[in-house]
């Protein structure tokens, strides 16, 4: 399902900060698995997520989704991808301010022309889906740093996709959050969707069904 | 055209969410137009009622040159004039300026039945005997005027006079501080008997080229200056045009201190308009549909901003007679005139102070807003 191909991602290039966040990183991700990538701060591999999730482009190298290499794609043919294959979990929960919780779980579907009514219904269905029911109008600063992650989660699933990346996903919350955080993406996985997550959590190598461990920008 | 839908409800939810900027740049908006559309519909307005006065007017101006100006112009050819063919009416007036205490006013002296029709007695009679006086609105508020009150002017000599009426003229910013009197008191005031500043000559139509032949046959080597209606139009724009062009600079100047106001005003929150953007394309927002979201929220609020402007031009004008700015367009009058201002709103000068105030509202969101939406989102969310 996903590809990449001698893939490379430096920062500051040809000049004396170069950085080499992805260093020649090929590997293959069949569908409906579950990939945890391992490895310390600074090891490349929010970068790589962030490269496969079309949020970034590489160097260089290629990336396949289904087939396509997305590495040619416009910006417009990047955000259709984006918007119809992949949900995101990002580390700091990257929610809308001053949005409601149920506000932020709808925005991916405003540009979809989805009426307010069944954007609310599906908001509602998925905040309770993460046992969030009792806190659609609140806003972000009003939950909790696990509270938002599971705003996050939901808004991740909103666009029914197949393929969910979630970068260090429970390193901002609570222990308990954590395990409901893994029992959902859990459960999602027997659900057919294709789950990348990057992370030093080794929790969930436990329900990996590939683990690449990463240093230096390489898969070691 | 449900995704449009969306998007313009987002915007509107957006500036309601985001008050503060809205309130700022709205106002900003406002202190901007309100002035501008003020302007225009005071000078539009006073455009209007001069052409209309000059419309009504006569065909013909006749005077005197003396040092390429208008000079008094000898009674002795009135009679001459009357006679060419083609002329239905020739009126001498005498037109001068004169103080009374402290103010300058506007000396007309034509005789009775030569009044133009433009101009009626609000209250009392015309004059009728020497010394008589009709008074302009403005003036005999100035002074409490009332009927039979007396009061003594200075031009050549000193010269009493009594109030017998009150009027009030269709041009009602060169009536209100006019005082109209005999042709024969205002010679006597300015000392200049058997003379006109002008003579007025209404003629009929298709006649004013031979009429300025015949002019020329009478004054054969005298300097005598013949101005028509075209003429006067262009002196009246003229006129126009640099009082405009002093309010203009003025505003320029103005203008220039706020345009960076309204764009650094619209450009508040940048860093968290940023991230934003990052998160939207990141869930699946394009490019344009982000600028269209951004269009329409500053398409909302010029749109406020400049309807609000317009109405609270409107009040400047109708509710407080176009005080402080009036003078600007008018001489010599106070800062709030006592006479009613003339004003015409017309929808273009609106139009293009919307269609402006969305230009400088874009100007200060759409490009760092399209640099935010092209960026990839991983920088953007930063």
């Known amino acids: ?220 | 055209m449900n995704k449009h839908l969306n998007l313009l409800f987002l915007a509107t939810e957006n500036l309601l969410r985001h008050r503060t900027k809205t309130i700022v740049v709205g106002l900003c908006i406002i202190a901007i137009l309100s002035p501008f559309i003020t302007a225009i519909a005071i000078s539009e307005g006073i455009r209007a009622q001069s052409l209309a006065s000059v419309n009504a007017g006569a065909d013909l101006y006749l005077t005197f040159d003396e040092f390429g100006r208008n000079a008094a112009i000898p009674l002795k050819y009135l009679d001459e004039v009357k006679k060419i063919f083609g002329v239905t009416k020739a009126i001498p007036r005498i037109i001068g300026r004169a103080f009374v205490q402290n103010k300058l006013a506007v000396i007309v002296g034509v005789n009775k039945e030569d009044l133009p029709e433009s101009i009626s007695c609000i209250s009392g009679r015309t004059f009728e005997n020497p010394n008589e006086v009709v008074v302009g609105c403005e003036l005999a508020e100035h002074f409490r005027l009332r009927i039979n009150d007396q009061f003594s002017m200075r031009g050549q000599q000193r010269k009493t006079f009594t109030v017998v009426g009150f009027f009030s003229s269709d041009s009602s910013i060169w009536g209100s501080s006019m005082i109209l009197m005999s042709f024969k008191d205002a010679g006597e005031l300015f000392g200049k008997q058997d003379v006109a500043t002008d003579i007025q000559i209404h003629t009929l139509p298709g006649h004013n080229s031979e009429i300025a032949t015949d002019l020329y046959d009478i004054f054969q080597n005298e300097p005598y200056r013949l101005q028509d209606k075209h003429t006067v139009e262009l002196y009246f724009k003229k006129g126009f045009m640099l009082k405009e062009g002093i309010f203009s600079a003025l505003y320029l100047v103005a203008l220039s201190l706020g345009v960076p106001a309204i764009m650094v005003a619209s450009g508040f929150g940048l860093s968290e308009r940023k991230k934003e953007i990052g998160i939207m394309k990141a869930t699946g927002w394009h490019t344009l549909e982000v600028l269209e979201l951004i269009s329409l929220e500053q398409l909302l609020i010029s749109l406020l901003g400049a309807t609000v402007a317009i109405l609270l031009s409107i009040l400047w004008v109708k509710g407080f007679n176009g005080a402080f700015i009036a003078q600007f367009f008018v001489a010599e009058i106070t800062l709030l005139p006592k006479f009613t201002l003339p004003a015409r709103f017309l929808p273009l000068p609106c139009m293009l102070s919307f269609f402006f105030s969305f230009i400088l509202t874009m100007a200060g969101s759409i490009y760092s807003s399209w640099r935010a939406s092209t960026e990839s989102p991983v920088v953007s969310m930063k």
């Open chain 1, 1 to 220: 399902m996903i590809k990449t191909s001698a893939l490379y991602k430096t920062y500051n290039g040809r000049s004396r900060h170069e950085v080499h966040a992805i260093h020649n990183v090929t590997l293959e991700i069949s569908k409906n698995s579950f990939v945890v990538f391992n490895g310390p701060s600074g090891s490349g591999k929010t970068t790589l997520l962030n490269i496969i999730g079309t949020l970034d482009r590489p160097t260089e190298g290629k990336v396949f989704i289904q087939g396509n290499d997305i590495t040619s794609f416009s910006d417009i043919a990047l955000s259709m991808l984006r918007r119809e294959k992949f949900g995101f979990i990002f580390q700091d929960f990257h929610l809308i301010p001053r949005l409601t919780s149920w506000e932020n779980v709808s925005y991916p579907l405003i540009p979809l022309g989805v009426s307010r009514k069944d954007r609310e219904e599906r908001a509602k269905a998925l905040l309770e889906k993460v046992e969030l029911g009792d806190r659609l109008d609140h806003t972000p600063e009003e939950l909790s740093g696990g509270q938002q992650q599971r705003v996050a989660i939901a808004r991740a699933l909103v666009n029914n996709p197949e393929i969910i990346i979630a970068d260090e996903p429970t390193s901002n919350i609570d222990d308990e959050t954590r395990e409901r955080v893994l029992e959902f993406l859990k459960a999602l996985r027997y659900s057919g969707t294709t789950i990348l997550v990057a992370t030093h959590d080794t929790s969930f190598e436990k329900i990996a069904d590939v683990v690449y461990k990463m240093k230096n920008g390489r898969i070691v």
